[in-house]
């Protein structure tokens, strides 16, 4: 069993930055694919971003790419989500996931450990 507590949310003016991160329990984190997704009221949750266990492989939804970067510290058991220049419309819960499949890639669909959210409020 995982268990994935994330931090870092918080109330940003439109072109700021926050990064969040979600620190894991649990000693095969390093052998986990990593994914952050969100939810803004009154949306299904979707996919933002996602790495492989060694971080070679990441993946991103086309309206963050270039804007956020997911990177990954093994020794600390901890993913993070850099979040630059956001906009109102990235308003939401942002979750970390992972993958409990061994050396997989990073997927955007599947996971099997979910955390439980941080809010990130981006005004205008």
């Known amino acids: 069993q995982v268990q994935l507590v994330e931090s870092g949310g918080g109330l940003v003016q439109a072109g700021g930055s926050l990064r969040l991160s979600c620190a894991a329990s649990?000693?095969?984190?390093?052998?986990?694919?990593m994914g952050w997704f969100r939810q803004a009221p009154g949306k299904e949750r979707e996919f933002v971003a996602s790495?492989?266990?060694?971080?070679?492989?990441?993946d991103y939804q086309d309206s963050v790419k270039g804007r956020f970067t997911i990177s990954r510290d093994n020794a600390k058991s901890t993913v993070y989500l850099q979040m630059n220049s956001l906009k109102p419309e990235d308003t939401a819960v942002y979750y970390c996931a992972a993958d409990r499949a061994f050396f997989g890639p990073a997927i955007r669909t599947g996971y099997d450990y979910w955390g439980q959210g941080t809010q990130v409020t981006v005004s205008s």
């Open positions: 649990g000693r095969a984190f390093s052998h986990y694919a």
């Open positions: 790495i492989n266990w060694n971080s070679r492989d990441t």
